[in-house]
């Protein structure tokens, strides 16, 4: 049985971070894997992203840069990539990240970390969300 006040508490936290772009995942997933749309909400948002210690700004910043150095999840980097503008991170500080990311991730991470964010910059152009 979910830990109700953890899921609401997730779910509050990941609409304030993601928005639309975080909502889609979690109803992407409901109808292949619900139990690992519930595990989204109240582990990284219930629990973690609500912790005290780093604002939501910085929490953003490490997720892009580990997403960025990773290198295979470019789906969830541009989720969070609207995260971290939604949470206060400007566009020029998303190109920063990944230009720091080529030093310690190298040059191919941090050029598709450019290119999706590049089309997170387009979509919310179009969108109006900036």
């Not at 609409?15 to 519930?38: F, M, Q, S, T």
């Amino acid at each position: 049985m979910p830990d109700k006040d953890l899921y609401a508490i997730g779910w509050e936290k990941l609409k304030e971070i993601d928005g639309a772009a975080g909502e889609r995942v979690i109803e992407a997933l409901k109808d292949i894997a619900p139990d690992l749309a519930r595990y989204t909400i109240e582990f990284p948002f219930g629990e973690i992203y609500s912790r005290p210690g780093l604002d939501l700004k910085s929490r953003e910043i490490a997720t892009v840069a580990a997403l960025t150095a990773l290198g295979n999840a470019v789906a969830q980097l541009k989720v969070h990539i609207h995260g971290a503008l939604n949470v206060g991170c400007s566009r020029q500080e998303i190109v920063e990240i990944m230009i720091q990311m080529a030093v310690y991730a190298g040059f191919p991470s941090a050029l598709n970390g450019i290119f999706a964010a590049k089309e997170v910059f387009a979509e919310r152009d179009v969108n109006e969300l900036d």
